[in-house]
């Protein structure tokens, strides 16, 4: 599919080469079937320690049945089917079958409260959801604002909407749909830390798009004995295109361990018993392992770690070296246009505030606000030249979204990724989004870096920065801060914490207004809204 070099995306010798017809169910699951059925494909761990294996023999005939389930309820090419419940093999079956039926499949994710299910349920037009049980008692107060809706297949269930007994009834041949590589396969929504999340439209090609960023990001995945995990849930495009498609359509064995509440002990424990090889680790994760004795990396075997959503600052990184004895790689992307920008660590050594260089294949560029590549050092907005096989195909109901999406220029057509970045001898340092961007004082300031110094401080569990007005210098640097169990706010301790910045970073960097909160404001994915810390600003007071 691609010329990589037997899995190894490497800048010299890269091109694409997309097939007219490609299907993602057909790739990840019956190639490898016809070719190594009894290869494993998911070590599947539950929170009780129970292990299930799928070979891709196993995954094969599962999704076929599932795909035939589907057919007889319905279901045809182009209908949204959405996937509800948390990371196990069933998601992974699930999205084959509907990919092999030519149909779009929505994932969401297991946490989600009713109104996040009704907006994107809603808004898809889905007709047919596969769910566990908890997934489907959110579901079952929604259904009658849900005129679309017809069927949930509820997995651990006996009664009339059983997946069990589904699978169970149906046929386990079945002919895959002929599909194109642009034909629409996945239907992933936004974070939505600004308004309502926007649901992008992905074809089948965003697969092979995805794999040069993933190879590098991995340090050249595959490679022998390599076994994958991430704490992130494949609701998100992190955990399904940054892991577990990418992993199965190299034969690369992905673990599949749900935890009730994520926790550094549960994590490393993990990572040393399974002897997994390969990681993507959110900055959150990260972050919290970094919090824990170093003692419990005691007898890791990792090859990569792999880290994106959040800029990672250095002490994170040195930390990094030390306790998994590799190089974090840090990757850039975003829904509509993921994987795009990545570090390598076999090839040099991480440099702190610097995502990576641009991913062989992907033409990735700072913009002005006429749309012209600046130039080098000088701060613009990250762009992405399109086509491009891993772009999106267009935000579902929103085509003035999706035009406000893409800026033409000199160079063409250029999508906008609405991040801040400086170019830099081919690498891009990450600045901000550009509504978080504090200018204070003539100076430019991007709250990554600060929140990451503020996080080695002792108490501080978790720093969110904002800007906030001032007549002196337009803009001051603002913290919200979640201490650490047992800490206690008090001025001396806000005092110490801003000290932090200014004798680490800059005086211009430091906090002149510390916060203590109780809880921080994170989407499901991690990352900080810092437009709720900028309506707490405004409210003039913390929660």
């Given at each position: 599919m691609l010329s990589t070099g037997k899995g190894r995306t490497r800048p010299g010798d890269f091109r694409w080469e997309i097939p007219a017809r490609f299907n993602i169910g057909v790739d990840i699951c019956d190639r490898w079937a016809a070719k190594h059925p009894d290869r494993t494909a998911i070590l599947d761990i539950d929170d009780q320690g129970g292990e299930r294996t799928f070979t891709y023999a196993r995954l094969r005939a599962q999704s076929n049945r599932l795909a035939n389930a589907l057919v007889t309820r319905g279901v045809a090419s182009g209908d949204r089917v959405a996937v509800l419940m948390p990371q196990r093999a069933e998601v992974a079956i699930a999205h084959i079958a509907v990919h092999k039926l030519g149909a779009i499949s929505l994932p969401l994710f297991a946490l989600f409260g009713p109104d996040a299910l009704l907006h994107r349920l809603h808004d898809s037009g889905t007709r047919t959801v596969i769910a566990d049980r908890a997934g489907a008692e959110k579901l079952s107060a929604l259904r009658d604002r849900l005129p679309a809706l017809a069927h949930v297949l509820i997995l651990d269930d006996d009664g009339p909407e059983s997946y069990r007994a589904a699978l169970a009834e149906a046929d386990e041949a079945f002919t895959p749909a002929d599909?194109?590589?642009?034909?629409?396969?996945?239907?992933?929504?936004?974070?939505?830390?600004?308004?309502?999340?926007?649901?992008?439209?992905?074809?089948?090609?965003?697969?092979?798009?995805?794999?040069?960023?993933?190879?590098?990001?991995?340090?050249?995945?595959?490679?022998?004995?390599?076994?994958?995990?991430?704490?992130?849930?494949?609701?998100?495009?992190?955990?399904?295109?940054?892991?577990?498609?990418?992993?199965?359509?190299?034969?690369?064995?992905?673990?599949?361990?749900?935890?009730?509440?994520?926790?550094?002990?549960?994590?490393?424990?993990?990572l040393r018993e399974k002897r997994i090889r390969n990681t993507f680790l959110p900055p959150t994760a990260l972050k919290m392992m970094r919090r824990a004795p170093e003692h419990l990396a005691d007898g890791l075997c990792l090859r990569s770690v792999a880290s994106g959503g959040e800029p990672l600052g250095a002490e994170l990184l040195e930390w990094g070296r030390r306790v998994?004895?590799?190089?974090?790689?840090?990757?850039?992307?975003?829904?509509?246009?993921?994987?795009?920008?990545?570090?390598?660590?076999?090839?040099?050594?991480?440099?702190?505030?610097?995502?990576?260089?641009?991913?062989?294949?992907?033409?990735?560029?700072?913009?002005?606000?006429?749309?012209?590549?600046?130039?080098?050092?000088?701060?613009?907005?990250?762009?992405?030249?399109?086509?491009?096989?891993?772009?999106?195909?267009?935000?579902?109901?929103?085509?003035?979204?999706?035009?406000?999406?893409?800026?033409?220029?000199?160079?063409?057509?250029?999508?906008?990724?609405?991040?801040?970045?400086?170019?830099?001898?081919?690498?891009?340092?990450?600045?901000?989004?550009?509504?978080?961007?504090?200018?204070?004082?003539?100076?430019?300031?991007?709250?990554?870096?600060?929140?990451?110094?503020?996080?080695?401080?002792?108490?501080?569990?978790?720093?969110?920065?904002?800007?906030?007005?001032?007549?002196?210098?337009?803009?001051?640097?603002?913290?919200?801060?979640?201490?650490?169990?047992?800490?206690?706010?008090?001025?001396?301790?806000?005092?110490?914490?801003?000290?932090?910045?200014?004798?680490?970073?800059?005086?211009?960097?430091?906090?002149?207004?510390?916060?203590?909160?109780?809880?921080?404001?994170?989407?499901?994915?991690?990352?900080?809204?810092?437009?709720?810390?900028?309506?707490?600003?405004?409210?003039?007071?913390?929660?």
């Open positions: 599909t194109a590589a642009d034909d629409p396969a996945l239907l992933i929504y936004t974070s939505g830390t600004t308004g309502n999340p926007k649901g992008a439209l992905h074809a089948h090609r965003v697969l092979l798009g995805h794999l040069p960023g993933v190879e590098i990001s991995h340090d050249f995945l595959p490679q022998p004995g390599d076994l994958i995990w991430t704490p992130a849930d494949w609701a998100w495009i992190g955990g399904l295109l940054d892991v577990l498609m990418p992993a199965l359509h190299h034969g690369v064995p992905v673990v599949a361990r749900r935890f009730s509440k994520f926790t550094a002990e549960a994590a490393f424990g993990l998994f004895g590799v190089e974090i790689n840090e990757f850039y992307g975003q829904t509509e246009c993921n994987m795009i920008v990545s570090a390598c660590g076999v090839q040099e050594p991480a440099t702190p505030g610097v995502m990576g260089a641009p991913v062989p294949g992907h033409d990735v560029r700072v913009l002005d606000h006429a749309a012209r590549p600046c130039p080098d050092g000088t701060e613009g907005v990250i762009a992405v030249h399109a086509p491009d096989p891993v772009m999106f195909l267009r935000y579902w109901n929103a085509p003035e979204a999706t035009e406000a999406k893409f800026a033409t220029g000199p160079g063409g057509r250029w999508l906008l990724t609405g991040d801040r970045g400086v170019m830099r001898n081919g690498k891009i340092r990450f600045i901000g989004r550009d509504d978080d961007v504090i200018s204070s004082g003539g100076y430019r300031i991007g709250p990554g870096e600060v929140e990451d110094c503020l996080m080695t401080h002792p108490a501080v569990h978790l720093a969110g920065v904002i800007g906030v007005p001032d007549p002196l210098r337009g803009e001051v640097v603002a913290a919200y801060i979640q201490l650490v169990e047992g800490a206690e706010p008090s001025d001396a301790l806000a005092t110490d914490i801003a000290d932090r910045v200014r004798t680490r970073l800059a005086a211009h960097e430091y906090p002149r207004i510390v916060r203590f909160i109780g809880t921080m404001p994170l989407t499901t994915t991690g990352k900080i809204i810092r437009a709720e810390l900028r309506a707490m600003a405004r409210a003039g007071s913390p929660p």
